[in-house]
């Protein structure tokens, strides 16, 4: 069956430290990945889309790697700080067989503590 | 940035009543809509795909007749939950994208409350 996972329990680290969150899919064949922010109560904001052929791709503090082969992707925030408290959630764009529908992981919280 | 907003951001109706929801682009056209809906803890499910002057295209398992989509402009979209009842109690937010393969932009969501 189709799957999409992340980090399945809440990620807590000290502020300064690098938060690394995991994304892991089966039966999918995604022609992009995208990850966004959830803050509660709000809709998610888009932070940065990767292609099925780029193997990382940064965005300021930000890193996106995308290992079609192991059908995973990591998301990393280097000197993090408490404001980037929230949820994060991976999304695979299918484009080639849904026009460009996502279909969301469940997320990860992750808390970073000052 | 790409701005899309919602209203209303909460509502509160009586069950069997029937409640619409507002999607707007506010800087750009959409050629694409989508709304979902969000459970707590839970992640984003995807009710429906709309396309400005045709019919959306219902997720399976999401009934067509209870979620009503209208996408009559490109800047406008619009969700009518018909005949509302407690289970239909749920976070709807809608997003808008330029096409695929671009990212998706997020209103703010609506809070439905079904009593």
């Known amino acids: 069956s189709q799957k999409i996972e992340q980090n399945s329990e809440a990620l807590n680290i000290q502020e300064g430290k690098t938060a690394t969150l995991t994304c892991n899919y089966t039966?999918?064949?995604?022609?992009?990945l995208q990850w966004y922010r959830q803050d509660p109560g709000r809709g998610p904001v888009f932070l940065l889309l990767?292609?099925?052929?780029?193997k990382e791709k940064r965005k300021e503090r930000l890193k996106v790697t995308f290992d079609t082969t192991l059908k995973q992707s990591l998301f990393h925030i280097t000197a993090s700080q408490p404001a980037d408290s929230a949820t994060y959630l991976c999304?695979?764009?299918?484009?080639?067989?849904?026009?460009?529908?996502?279909?969301f992981g469940q997320g990860t919280e992750l808390s970073v503590k000052p | 940035g790409a701005v899309v907003s919602q209203h209303p951001s909460w509502v509160i109706c009586k069950s069997g009543t029937s409640v619409k929801i507002e999607c707007r682009s506010l800087?750009?056209?959409?050629?694409?809509m989508f709304w979902y809906r969000q459970f707590p803890k839970q992640s984003l499910m995807l009710m429906a795909t709309s396309n400005e002057g045709s019919k959306a295209t219902y997720e399976q398992g999401v009934e067509k007749d209870k979620f009503l989509i209208n996408h009559a402009s490109l800047t406008l979209s619009t969700l009518t939950v018909t005949s509302a009842h407690p289970e239909d109690s749920s976070f709807y937010i809608c997003?808008?994208?330029?096409?695929?393969?671009?990212?998706?932009?997020f209103g703010p969501g609506t809070r439905l409350t079904v009593t």
């Open positions: 997003s808008a994208s330029l096409g695929a393969p671009y990212e998706q932009y």
């Open positions: 039966n999918y064949s995604p022609a992009y």
């Open positions: 990767i292609r099925e052929n780029e």
């Open positions: 999304a695979l764009d299918l484009l080639y067989n849904q026009g460009g529908k996502l279909i």
């Open positions: 800087d750009f056209q959409a050629t694409t």
